[in-house]
Each structure stands twice: as structure tokens, then as C-alpha cells.
């Protein structure tokens, strides 16, 4: 076998986590290699990974129940102003962010789920403004929207909508400005001679590292890369697509919305205001109740899972949904894209030593915000070879 050329760390992914991670490792002077596919053109004959940023809108907020995903978040929006001035590349645009959910003064479903008043006191805690607002406020300040009796609301008013794409291509440009070296492939093996990891891609090339960073999402068990799988699930998520002519009629904020009708769930998910996509349209974002509900476990059933667009059902209920929300409102025709999310056991990224020169980072369902943190905090870890932040290792420890 050739030797290949050799890094001080190569980075498996080139994701929100992998790009983020490669640009603080280079800024810290390694020398970097970071592998990944570029997005798929289709998805219709879809084969191998996918990835869940593939999309054009995140929130970007501190509306988020646990405090370190806020947290995580936090320091991530305090370096995009760097970032976008390093890279050229806008990846943010100023929103106001809107958690509905049921009023649990009476004993309401729902508090586990968004606990409106550990939201208000984790915005506190961080320094963020946001408001609650009750269900007479709901209806004052968004007068066009129509939410279920009895839900009441936190708004964040300085939030933003982060472009996950936008965001892989300011960090990919970052680090490679600053040294790494960036291969469009995928890692299909990882062995180690002595001191060396060696790499393969599916083309055949060969790489090889002393460290190895492993950034791989919701596929990571299914690479086959790790020596034992982790305590994760991934699933095969729907995101529904419904196109508005003028997005300036639609008048609302970017909304996770709750909503218990006679104490059953009748929505829990995502409702981002317009936003334009690659062909040029625009859409409303809408992401709900099927979210977990497709659980995969190989490879194959990714691509399967890729392969049929998404869950055609939700679209009905997306309308449905919408109709309710916006009355009177047009909108266009809507259609379905795939996407792919994990959860870990902790609901927490993932950011933990596989051995003395493997490092694992996953962000979780909600990361694609915190991205550029939980690299940094990657980074730290591959190189420093011990956890080194304030908030404690436990909390982004790998299960097997």
C-alpha cells in the first residue's frame, strides 16, 4: 500500500460539527485533512450517506430547554460576526424566535417538552432577552396567526435563522484559508499501522493521520468506522416544503410550536417563516410530529429511507396545519424533502475520546447552532488530549 500523505488529525465528515472542527484545528496550527461527500445532486436514486444539513433554515436561539444547548449556541453566535468576516459567506439572517405551548398553570401535557418557565430563567441566566407572553398577548402581537385555546408563548426578538449550507461552506473556507486540506470523498475504512491511522476513501485514495476526529452524524454507527456502536438513534426525518409567490404577504415569526388540543398532541415541531431555496423559490419550512418516527439502522435503510423523498402523508397535515395558523393565507404547492436526525441518550452532543487518538463529536438533534462550539470543543479535546472547558465532561460523554 502507497503511504499516503500524512496529517497531524483527519477529520471524517464535513458537516456542521466536522467543517467546525477542521477550522479550529487548523487555527490551532495542526496540520488537517477533512473528508466528506459533497451534497448529492438528487435524491430520487439515492446511494450511501446523507446528511441533515442539507437545508436552508435553523433556528438560532436560546428557546431551548436544556441550558447547554443554549449555552453551546450561545458561544457559537458570539464568533458568526468572525466567521462571516473570515469567510465572505452570510449565514444568518435576524429573526424573532416564538415557542408556543400549552399554559400548564391548570395542569396541562406538555411542561417536559418546552417548560416555559425554565426557558425564561435560561434566558436569564445567559444574558438574552426574551418575554413571555400570554394567550391574550398571542393574539395582540401576532394578530394574522391563530393559535390553539389556551397556549401561551416566549418569544426571543434578536434570535436569527441560521443556513446550515451557508454555514458548511463559511467553516470549510475558514479552514481551508488557514491550512487544512479539504477532499471531497467518502471514508469507507479506518485501520492502524503503529502510529498511524490510515484512511481509505471510496476512490481508493489513501490517507493517513495521528489523530482522527470522527464527525459523522446521524450515520456513525452505520459506517462501520468505529469499534463498537454508540448509544444512539438515528431516524429518517420529513421536512414539507409549501411555496408562498410573496413572501412578504406572510406575515410571522420563525415558531416551534406545541399544540395540545383536549390533552392530545396535535403538533410539535418547527414553523419557519419563508425562506428562499436553491431553486430559487420561496418556501414555508414545516417539520413535525413524524420527526422520530422512522427509525433506521443501516445503511441501506438510509438510502432507502432518502430514496423515497420523505413521508408523503405529512403534507396533508402540514396544510391542514397551515390553513389553521394563517387564515387566508395562499399558498402554493408543497412537497416533501428527506432528512436525517439522532438522538443521544442524553439529548446532549456527543463529545468524547474512542481511544488515545480517536475523538467522536455528534451534535444531537438541535446542534447545527452550536456546530461551531462543539468543534472548538473538538478540537480542544484532539489536541490538548484532556477536557479542558468549564463545563464538565460528563456531559458530553459517549455511550456504548
Known amino acids: 500500500m502507497p503511504p499516503g500523505p500524512r496529517f497531524d488529525v483527519a477529520v471524517v465528515g464535513a458537516g456542521p460539527i466536522g467543517s467546525a472542527t477542521a477550522r479550529h484545528l ?20 439515492h446511494q450511501g450517506v446523507w446528511a441533515g444539513y442539507y437545508d436552508q433554515g435553523r433556528l438560532a436561539h436560546v428557546l431551548e430547554v436544556p441550558l447547554v444547548t443554549s449555552l453551546l449556541a450561545t458561544r457559537s453566535l458570539r464568533r458568526f460576526a468572525e466567521l462571516r468576516e473570515r469567510s465572505g459567506v452570510e449565514f444568518t439572517t435576524p429573526t ?21 418557565d425554565r426557558l425564561l430563567r435560561n434566558a436569564e441566566d445567559l444574558g438574552v432577552a426574551v418575554f413571555a407572553l400570554s394567550e391574550d398577548d398571542l393574539r395582540s402581537d401576532y394578530p394574522r396567526l391563530s393559535f390553539a385555546p389556551g397556549h401561551v408563548g416566549v418569544v426571543q426578538r434578536d434570535a436569527h435563522i441560521l443556513n446550515p449550507r451557508e454555514l458548511v461552506r463559511a467553516e470549510l473556507g475558514a479552514a481551508v ?9 467518502e471514508v469507507v475504512s479506518l485501520d492502524r499501522q503503529g502510529d498511524d491511522a490510515v484512511l481509505t476513501g471510496r476512490s481508493g485514495e489513501v490517507w493517513r493521520a495521528d489523530r482522527v476526529v470522527m464527525a459523522t452524524g446521524a450515520a456513525t454507527n452505520m459506517t462501520g468506522l468505529l469499534p463498537r456502536p454508540l448509544q444512539m438513534q438515528t431516524f429518517g426525518a420529513t421536512v414539507v416544503l409549501v411555496e408562498v409567490d410573496d ?49 433506521l439502522a443501516t445503511a441501506d435503510e438510509i438510502a432507502a429511507w432518502v430514496r423515497t423523498g420523505g413521508r408523503g402523508e405529512d403534507i396533508d397535515d402540514t396544510l391542514a396545519l397551515l390553513a389553521e395558523l394563517m387564515p387566508g393565507q395562499q399558498f402554493g404547492s408543497a412537497h416533501t424533502r428527506p432528512c436525517l436526525v439522532c438522538e443521544t441518550p442524553s439529548g446532549l452532543p456527543v463529545i468524547d475520546r474512542v481511544d488515545d487518538r480517536t475523538v467522536v463529536a455528534i451534535e444531537g438533534e438541535r446542534g447545527a447552532m452550536a456546530a461551531d462550539e462543539i468543534g472548538r470543543l473538538t478540537a ?18 459517549a455511550q456504548w
Open 26 to 45: 487548523a487555527d490551532r496550527g495542526a496540520s488537517v485533512l477533512v473528508v466528506g461527500p459533497d451534497e448529492p445532486a438528487t435524491f430520487e436514486d
Open 177 to 185: 484559508a488557514a491550512g487544512a486540506t479539504l477532499v471531497r470523498d
Open 96 to 116: 424573532q424566535s416564538l415557542s408556543v405551548l400549552p399554559d400548564v398553570a391548570d395542569g396541562a401535557p406538555g411542561a417536559e417538552w418546552f417548560d416555559r
Open 247 to 295: 413572501p412578504s404577504t406572510v406575515d410571522m415569526p420563525a415558531m416551534m410550536y406545541l399544540k395540545f388540543v383536549d390533552g392530545r398532541l396535535g403538533f410539535g415541531g418547527i414553523v419557519m417563516s419563508p425562506l428562499r431555496y436553491p431553486d430559487g423559490r420561496w418556501y414555508i419550512k414545516v417539520s413535525g410530529n413524524s420527526l422520530l418516527g422512522n427509525p
Open 380 to 397: 480542544d479535546l484532539t489536541i490538548a488530549g484532556r477536557w479542558n472547558d468549564g463545563l464538565p465532561h460528563e456531559v458530553f460523554r
